[in-house]
């Protein structure tokens, strides 16, 4: 299908699981099913950014994949906190909502040179 149809997919769907969190009262079955969306998705764009970064750097596609897994890493230690401070302050469905916002639009403001092919 290609690596932007994919990853438009995947992020789309990533989305829709993090806004289930979003609604008024979820529920048990929409947090397992937001879960397993997440978690899905989540392993598809790792996947995604392994292909991307040896895309990005054909000569030296460790390189790549260094750099895409330790922003990974650093989102993940930023963000992490950072969300739970906002949801103290706002509540956590706006919180899951403004991320999924986030998360469906990241993809389409990337750079020409480093977005998906």
Do not use: E
Not at 47 to 69: E, K, V
Not at 101 to 109: H, K, N, Y
């Amino acid at each position: 299908a290609g690596l932007r149809t994919v990853n438009l997919a995947t992020w789309t769907l990533s989305a829709a699981g993090i806004a289930l969190l979003a609604l008024p009262d979820p529920g048990v079955p929409v947090a397992v099913l937001s879960s397993a969306l997440f978690g899905l998705t989540y392993m598809a764009l790792t996947g995604l950014c392994i292909l991307w970064a040896a895309r990005l750097f054909p000569d030296r596609p460790a390189r790549g994949i260094t750099w895409s897994f330790a922003g990974l890493g650093v989102g993940q230690t930023v963000a992490s906190p950072l969300a739970g401070a906002a949801a103290a302050g706002v509540g956590a469905a706006a919180v899951f909502g403004l991320t999924a916002l986030v998360a469906l639009t990241a993809w389409s403001q990337l750079h020409a040179r480093l977005g998906p092919p």
